[in-house]
């Protein structure tokens, strides 16, 4: 029997569309099991000249220049979104409209409403749908899953995550899209804090209430003149105000009884992509660090005496759904692997008619903790996160 295809439509080519590209190029290759398949149909970006290079870079077949166009082909049968948070709602509406399955870069939508709307549009067209919350992915982060639920750490009392970066420190950086509201929707926290609160959902549960403060350091910086694929570009000679934040802190209470603390920016200079967490439960705890991705810090009540406190499980040797597709134990993977385990599993899901996980429901009740977030920075008082 031929093995089924899926023909994807790509909307975005620089950073976050190389990382799609390239894990499209590798899932079935390593993850050969999988019976439904990706085909590289086309990419879409604005540029003609620079999309018609990235899919000939990229893998792809062709390339469009209009969204619009990409979504109303009859030989495409995903959409995937990875361009600036203000584009998803239109996009990913258009597409459950035209009946497409859609894969979405996160934060789902630029605001709660319209993740709300999306999440919505999907539902009522009936379409499958996942978001790249790709660090769920990360073998690690699994295995701290499986301990969780298995009652290693029994019940959970502390949750504590930073996610830090200094790519913005030096005030000559230039207004990239991400440092303007109307573009990205928020600062760090839509952009580091989401990560860390789905990573908080999935391993410890649904978040009650929040109490937060946010600041900008540098409030203005120079316009953009051209971009790259790298989050920077070429500064211009005339000075933007910078809308967003810079940094995001906050302290949460889980409807399971545990606290936990949030901590992004993008101001620590020396970290270069921090996304660390630590879990406390009453039999034990476990800890993660993404700059050493291939490893989770674990102590157990049944640690021998003498031999005290945490000890360093390399994650590589297929104890875990992922690893072991790919090299011998201790043969280590990194960030690009996350976005292949994330479409081994859309194409898993997708094979079994199930919908993927994590999805737009899980994009929307992010959305609604960020924008409580913001709220309760603003109110400087608690605030409770709305039921979804």
């Known amino acids: ?15 976050m569309g190389k990382a799609h590209s390239n894990a499209y190029r590798q899932v079935g290759r390593f993850f050969d099991e999988l019976e439904v398949k990706p085909v590289l149909k086309a990419i879409c970006g604005r540029d003609e000249a620079g999309v018609q290079r990235a899919a000939g870079l990229m893998g792809w077949e062709g390339y469009e220049t209009d969204w619009r166009k990409l979504i109303a082909r009859d030989d495409i049968d995903i959409i995937d979104i990875a361009v600036p948070g203000n584009l998803h709602a239109e996009i990913a509406i258009a597409a459950a409209k035209a009946g497409k399955t859609i894969l979405c870069e996160k934060p789902l939508g630029n605001t709660a409403a ?42 959970i ?101 545990a606290v936990g603390t ?44 003498g031999t005290f406190g945490y000890r360093t499980v390399s994650v590589t040797s297929g104890q875990d759904p992922y690893s072991g597709h790919y090299w011998p134990t201790a043969h280590n993977i990194g960030y690009e692997h996350t976005f292949i385990n994330f479409l081994f599993d859309v194409f898993t899901a997708l094979g079994k008619d199930e919908m993927p996980s994590p999805n737009f429901y899980d994009g929307y009740v992010n959305n609604v903790i960020l924008e409580t977030v913001e709220k309760a920075a603003e109110t400087k008082k608690w605030e409770n996160v709305p039921s979804v």
């Open 114 to 155: 319209e993740a709300k709307a999306m999440y919505d549009a999907v539902r009522e067209a009936g379409v499958k749908h996942a978001i790249y919350f790709n660090y769920r992915k990360m073998p690690a982060i699994t295995l701290a899953k499986q301990l969780i639920d298995e009652g290693a750490i029994g019940k």
């Open 157 to 257: 009392y502390h949750w504590r995550a930073t996610y830090l970066q200094d790519w913005i420190v030096d005030p000559n950086f230039p207004l990239v899209w991400r440092l303007r509201k109307d573009l990205a929707g928020s600062g760090v926290n839509g952009d580091l804090n989401a990560h860390l609160v789905d990573t908080a959902r999935w391993l410890v549960g649904e978040i009650d209430e929040v109490s937060s403060v946010m600041e900008t350091f540098v409030k203005q910086r120079p316009e953009l003149a051209a971009t790259d694929d790298r989050m920077g570009g070429v500064a211009s000679d005339v000075m933007g105000e910078v809308t967003v934040e810079d940094a995001s802190l906050f302290l949460a209470r889980f409807a399971s009884g």
């Open 262 to 305: 949030f901590e992004a920016s993008r101001f620590a200079l020396g970290r270069k992509n921090y996304n660390q967490f630590e879990i406390n439960g009453s039999k034990g705890s476990v800890q993660f660090n993404m700059e050493r991705p291939n490893e989770l810090n674990i102590y157990t009540e049944d640690t021998h005496a």
């Open 1 to 15: 029997m031929p093995q089924k295809t899926l023909n994807v439509g790509l909307i975005g080519y620089k950073f």
